[in-house]
């Protein structure tokens, strides 16, 4: 069975930092372009970011550019999300969603691309 699960995060002042993580279990990573997307309360769901499968290729929205970075272990069957300088609209509930590819080099933050979600784990900036 395909699954992928979050983990990290949690509760942060602003200009606060954490890092999320997305373990893939069921399928390796290593064909699969990552994307990571987020859905604040009200609002529609985000592409914050994605990698592709070969990991050369990285697309930011422009909300968290400079701020995220996303990096994968494909050894591990994980990918990263590490966020920086934290502000309070970045919280939101944070999804990790893999999309099957035979490009290596490419990768979008299309939801409607990615076939495999995870369950989300919530990120609250805050004082």
């Known amino acids: 069975q395909l699954q992928l699960v979050e983990s990290g995060g949690g509760l942060v002042q602003p200009g606060g930092s954490l890092r999320l993580s997305c373990v893939a279990s069921?399928?390796?990573?290593?064909?699969?372009?990552i994307g990571w997307f987020r859905q604040a309360p009200g609002k529609e769901r985000e592409g914050v970011l994605c990698i592709s499968s070969g990991g050369s290729t990285t697309k930011y929205a422009d909300s968290v550019k400079g701020r995220f970075t996303i990096s994968r272990d494909n050894a591990k069957n994980t990918v990263y999300l590490q966020m920086n300088s934290l502000k309070p609209e970045d919280t939101a509930v944070y999804y990790c969603a893999a999309q099957k590819t035979t490009i290596r080099s490419s990768c979008r933050t299309s939801g409607w691309l990615y076939d495999n979600w995870g369950q989300g784990t919530q990120v609250t900036v805050s004082s």
């Open positions: 069921g399928f390796t990573l290593d064909y699969y372009a």
